[in-house]
T-cell receptor, first 112, second 114 residues
Framework: GEDVEQSLFLSVREGDSSVINCTYT??????LYWYKQEPGAGLQLLTY?????DMKQDQRLTVLLNKKDKHLSLRIADTQTGDSAIYFC????????????FGKGTSLLVTP | SAVISQKPSRDICQRGTSLTIQCQVD?????MFWYRQQPGQSLTLIAT?????????ESGFVIDKFPISRPNLTFSTLTVSNMSPEDSSIYLC???????????FGSGTQLSVL
């Protein structure tokens, strides 16, 4: 099955940029996603990228996709304390249609 | 985007009992899914809830333990049967709206089994 790997922790200072990295194994994954989970809450879809794109920008968020290396990253510009959360990378599952395979999540801590 | 209401938001249950979790969407959706998030872990797909037919379960999950209903295009239930402490998790409903590949999640049900 699909493996999605992420680094577990990242700490940045307020105002700096954060970069969260993810690798996946299924080269046929059509869509790749970033979700944010705040303590005690469900998952919020932040952004997603189609596999034929290499970059997508949405306000402070930039997603970069290297399909050859199966590497995905999420850059958060001007990181704020409210960005502290767990960020999950997910890849669409070629066997299950819309169902997704998730990484274990990267816990982002933003310090003042 | 779809607005997903999931209830209960949390519950504490006794071993051996069952809990039914409801998921209501504000619009008709093509696909509904149930995920489990064990403490400190990522999300694992339990099953795809099919409208008008039996759910499709992933490896390691069975209908007797996690019966699922989906009577229409806006509603689904997941039952966690004969619970044990190992079932303590967050259970999340998710939906895919037709026409694009976005998958939205409910706020989850935090289940603790004593």
């Amino acid at each position: 099955g699909e493996d999605v790997e992420q680094s577990l922790f990242l700490s940045v200072r307020e105002g700096d940029s954060s970069v969260i990295n993810c690798t996946y194994t299924d080269s046929s994954s059509t869509y790749l996603y970033w979700y944010k989970q705040e303590p005690g809450a469900g998952l919020q879809l932040l952004t997603y990228i189609f596999s034929n794109m290499d970059m997508k920008q949405d306000q402070r968020l930039t997603v970069l996709l290297n399909k050859k290396d199966k590497h995905l990253s999420l850059r958060i510009a001007d990181t704020q304390t409210g960005d502290s959360a767990i960020y999950f990378c997910a890849a669409s599952n070629s066997n299950s249609g819309y169902a997704l395979n998730f990484g274990k999540g990267t816990s982002l801590l933003v310090t003042p | 985007s779809a607005v997903i209401s999931q209830k209960p938001s949390r519950d504490i249950c006794q071993r051996g009992t069952s809990l039914t979790i409801q998921c209501q969407v504000d619009s008709q959706v093509t696909m509904m899914f149930w995920y489990r998030q064990q403490p400190g872990q990522s999300l694992t797909l339990i099953a795809t809830a099919n409208q008008g037919s039996e759910a499709t379960y992933e490896s390691g999950f069975v209908i007797d333990k996690f019966p699922i209903s989906r009577p229409n295009l806006t509603f689904s239930t997941l039952t966690v049967s004969n619970m044990s402490p190992e079932d303590s998790s967050i259970y999340l409903c998710s939906v895919a709206t037709g026409g694009d590949e976005k998958l939205f999640f409910g706020s989850g049900t935090q289940l603790s089994v004593l």
